[in-house]
């Protein structure tokens, strides 16, 4: 007689259902289409139309902005969440609630307020300007305006991490003699490395997905500042569909597979702990 | 290593946790910290350790004032209550994480963490990460990872409160048999009275922040210096009395004292093996009924009722017990052979009184 074990939710099979149904209708259908859509090209064309010039440059910028932005999330949004979780400070509360900021701002906002502020006659445009740092209307002010988008990621992804991290451990380190670097290297650093690095995925994944607060802030110089979402947009204005289509697939295809790899990196980060 | 502290205070936020607390600990001794949680013993601890520092007062290894000595220098070896291990490390690296830092050559790194491997059973384990292991192998790569860098002091904080009954035994004879062979001077923390007992050589009793009694096991028993101590340490009858024509009265029982005034009232204190039971209702004066029996193994606690309502615990083997024939429910008569006078908290309470010359050992006697 099959064993039947007692489930506080009924059947596994109506989740399931439900799973496939919710995954399908939101995520799997849509790309499906992308991609069904593509295949209406020929394998020459599709490589003529995602392999231009200008869509090489914004890949590139994408990217390589993206990546940057993450990388700085990752490294001061854990101080950021160190701070928040460690220290009891005057506003410490108002600074956290600060943090899901860039969550609800709509971004076209955000991208027209950084672009303002660091135009040459902005607020921190007319210091930063003259000592040739110019934050809009260049790569710069990409990385800057995907910075501010994905900060949360990582913050909040670490924030519960910290919280539940063992304060006993590192007085053990202590009491074997462990000053404060070397207990932050050897005991700590390699417990937060798994969620700094799905918060660093995050962040990664929102900025390549990233369109209105970069238009506004980088001024879409085609070859210099545009970025791969916007050149979409412009092949669609165009009534270019399949040649949207070829660079979304693109998109797609090196986002998902740098995911994967953060997502393996992840794992192997995490093997004490499976 | 001898240690000695000399009238330590330690305050949180203007609330003292340690109060005015002066003991020495000898060379190789194996010594513990009782009392109820809230008490003040891990704070000492800490302090020791150099965790805490105090708030005023001294702290002397080997007769130098290590105050101000961080922690990462005292040498000394700290088991946590909840192991504390380093998770994304091996259990081999846990070991190894304190010859590392002293900066042992590979090679005696290498020895070192077998020898402990070997020492604390872990064998199979050195690969294992702690999530992989249980609360008592935990534990015993938590004492490894202490002992690595030869401490001169361990000090343990309830290491075994976290582990089921049974582990917890393996764990106290395995510590005994550690410091038996190593001969480091031991300083843990207890709440368990009988943990304190079975594993230390020497017990400091902690009050409210305040050092009750210093002595060995047996002394803190027998000669307990106060109520407190007498009540924390093994079970005690303890009776509110009123003194009449010389004798302390409470319901049916008297007892004989000593130059107290009448109407004063006194606290008197028996253990449950001081209590003789017969079912020959002629055998002593005072009449009881065997309310309840609660078997502890070996031994049986009875809860006695007298007539007038007063409650009694006493305690009698197994054997005892079938030879009296005894059934909850029974009226049986008995007499209750020493007794103590309860002075206030603090007080130097005075020897105990034995109602009868000695009869011999009775079942269950030092217990």
């Known amino acids: ?274 | 290593m001898s240690i000695e502290l000399k009238n330590i205070t330690k305050q949180f936020g203007g609330v003292s946790a340690v109060n005015d607390v002066s003991f020495t600990v000898a060379d190789g001794q194996l010594v513990a910290l009782l009392g109820p949680s809230g008490c003040g013993k891990t704070t000492v601890l800490r302090m020791i350790s150099g965790l805490e520092m105090p708030t005023a007062g001294e702290i002397l290894v080997r007769g130098k004032r290590v105050n101000d000595v961080p922690v990462q220098k005292r040498n000394i070896g700290f088991v946590f209550q909840g192991y504390a291990l380093f998770k994304s490390m091996s259990v081999a690296d846990n070991i190894a994480f304190g010859l590392l830092i002293k900066k042992w050559a590979k090679a005696d790194r290498d020895a070192r963490v077998a020898e402990l491997i070997e020492l604390l059973g872990l064998k199979d384990l050195a690969k294992r990460f702690p999530h992989q292991l249980s609360g008592g192998q935990r534990q015993r790569v938590a004492l490894a990872r202490a002992l690595a860098p030869k401490p001169d002091v361990l000090l343990l904080d309830e290491p075994f409160a976290a582990v089921d009954a049974k582990i917890r035994q393996e764990l106290r004879e395995m510590l005994v048999n550690l410091h038996h062979e190593l001969n480091v001077t031991t300083i843990f923390v207890t709440h368990d009275q009988e943990e304190a007992m079975e594993v230390s050589n020497r017990i400091v009793v902690f009050d409210k922040g305040r050092l009750a009694q210093i002595g060995t096991p047996r002394e803190v028993y027998e000669e307990p210096a106060s109520e407190f101590v007498a009540r924390f340490i093994g079970v005690m009858n303890v009776l509110d009395c009123e003194v009449r024509e010389g004798v302390a009265r409470c319901g049916e029982l008297e007892f004989p004292t000593h130059g107290v005034a009448d109407g004063q009232r006194l606290r008197i204190g028996f253990r449950p093996y001081a209590v003789q039971v017969s079912n020959d209702l002629m055998a002593y004066r005072h009449f009881a009924v065997l309310r309840h029996t609660y078997f502890l193994g070996v031994l049986l606690r009875l809860e006695l009722e007298f007539p007038s309502g007063l409650i009694i615990r006493a305690r009698m083997s197994k054997e005892e017990y079938a030879r009296l024939n005894l059934t909850e429910g029974r009226k049986i008569s008995l007499q209750i052979r020493q007794y103590r006078v309860l002075a206030r908290e603090g007080e130097l309470l005075p020897p105990e009184v034995s109602v009868t010359h000695h009869l011999g050992p009775s079942p269950g006697d030092g217990i």
């Open chain 1, 1 to 274: 007689m099959a064993e039947k074990r007692y489930r506080v939710l009924p059947g596994f099979g109506l989740t399931m259902g439900f799973t496939l149904f919710y995954l399908s209708v939101l995520v799997l259908v849509p790309i499906g289409g992308l991609f069904l859509r593509t295949f209406s090209l020929s394998w020459a064309d599709f490589w003529r139309l995602a392999t231009t010039d200008r869509a090489l440059a914004a890949y590139q910028l994408t990217f390589g902005a993206s990546l940057a932005a993450a990388v700085i999330n990752a490294v001061f949004g854990t101080l950021l969440a160190w701070v928040l979780v460690r220290y009891d400070f005057p506003g410490r509360r108002f600074i956290d609630a600060l943090v899901d900021f860039p969550f609800a701002l709509p971004t076209a906002v955000a991208g027209l307020t950084l672009a303002n502020l660091f135009s040459a006659n902005g607020w921190l445009g007319q210091f930063l300007v003259p000592l040739g740092i110019k934050g809009a209307f260049t790569p710069l002010g990409v990385v800057i305006a995907l910075t501010f988008v994905g900060m949360p990621f990582v913050v909040r992804t670490l924030q519960p991490v910290l919280e539940h991290l063992d304060r006993d451990v590192e007085e053990a380190a202590a009491t074997l003699g462990a000053g404060r670097l070397r207990t932050f290297v050897s005991v700590i650093a390699p417990t937060l490395l798994p969620p700094v690095m799905t918060g660093f995925a995050l962040a990664f994944a929102r900025a390549i997905g990233e369109y209105g607060s970069v238009v506004f802030i980088s001024g879409n110089l085609p070859m210099k500042t545009e970025i791969a979402p916007y050149l979409i947009v412009i092949r669609l204005e165009e009534y270019d569909y399949t040649g949207a289509m070829a660079l979304a697939v693109v998109l797609l295809v090196i986002s998902f597979a740098l995911l994967g790899v953060i997502n393996v990196l992840e794992q192997w980060a995490n093997r004490f702990s499976r």
